[in-house]
């Protein structure tokens, strides 16, 4: 009797270490809550656990650049986008004085967590991205000189992590927006995210309007700005007529100064030389192929040519 009480005994203490081992192992091995999809680099998806109290939203890094009290970054829709042409990041300049932006880099904090990789935690390098030139507007041509990106006082800088899918009619490279630029974003050919600003100048300013039909006159005064008309060979009833212009009937000197004035290319040549071409923002891309920010939880950091951490922005 006293023996197979003995060995009850033994096999219940033996049941109650393997619990306990057991628990143990689970207690190192899946640490904090469970994983979290991240951030889809290349081909691979990745999962994370945070290996220790990461400061998604901490104030603790220290800003070493000379820039910070002039230079911010803005989280943009990075903590909500999933494709790289749609996820941005802003920069602002609230200096009394004009920054060079340009060779700076954006790095996001994937090297801060660890991540689920084929069974296996696994610790990455962050991904780093410089800054590059910019052209002071989007060439018909589709040769827009590269210069370095200067942002003067209020102005700001939005950074695209990939690049514009459609790169027709017009080859679509980093850019400052103009009062011409809001035709490419009317333009059904091109998304951008956020919207281009549209300050096209008014179609009844334009000059030589005066000398046209009265007609002709009253149909321009009636368009908006940033709008291309189409051309057609019927009227809004589907009638055949020679000079139709979004349905109208126009003369034909009318619709060939419509033709050549009220598109994103008549509106450069016309209008690149006006004191107020230039707006204040700068939309430069990056040309990644995937994501750079995470969708749950990161830190945008921005630092200088030196290296110095300019400002940094957790979510």
Request: aromatic share 10%; charged share 20%.
């Amino acid at each position: 009797m006293r023996t197979n009480l003995q060995r009850g005994s033994s096999a219940l203490e033996g049941l109650l270490v393997v619990v306990i081992l057991g628990f143990i192992i689970i207690s190192f091995v899946i640490p904090g809550k469970s994983p979290r999809p991240l951030i889809n680099s290349g081909s691979d998806n990745y999962n994370y656990n945070s290996t220790s109290n990461y400061p998604y939203n901490n104030t603790d890094l220290e800003k070493t650049s000379s820039y910070s009290r002039s230079i911010s970054i803005g989280s943009g829709n990075a903590s909500r986008a999933y494709q790289p042409y749609e996820e941005y990041v802003t920069i602002d300049n609230r200096s009394g004085q004009s920054v060079n932006i340009t060779g700076w880099t954006v790095r996001n904090a994937k090297d801060e967590r660890t991540y689920e990789l084929g069974g296996s935690l696994r610790s990455f390098a962050a991904d780093s991205v410089r800054i590059p030139g910019a052209s002071l507007y989007v060439s018909p041509n589709g040769i827009s000189p590269i210069r370095d990106v200067i942002l003067s006082n209020g102005e700001t800088a939005v950074i695209t992590t990939g690049s514009m899918g459609q790169q027709s009619p017009y080859k679509i490279t980093s850019f400052k927006e103009n009062i011409c630029s809001g035709y490419l974003d009317a333009s059904s050919d091109y998304t951008f995210t956020p919207p281009l600003t549209r300050n096209c100048p008014r179609p009844i300013n334009e000059p030589g309007v005066s000398g046209l039909d009265t007609k002709c006159k009253e149909f321009i005064n009636r368009m908006q700005s940033c709008h291309t008309p189409e051309f057609k060979n019927t009227d809004r009833n589907g009638d055949y007529c020679s000079n139709c212009v979004d349905g109208v009937q126009l003369s034909s000197s009318c619709t060939a100064f419509i033709k050549e004035r009220y598109n994103y290319q008549g509106c450069i040549a016309y209008h690149a030389g006006d004191p107020n071409f230039s707006l204040r923002t700068w939309r430069i891309f990056l040309g990644s192929g995937w994501e750079l920010w995470a969708n749950d939880h990161d830190v945008i950091k921005l630092f200088d040519n030196l290296g110095n951490l300019v400002d940094y922005k957790g979510y």
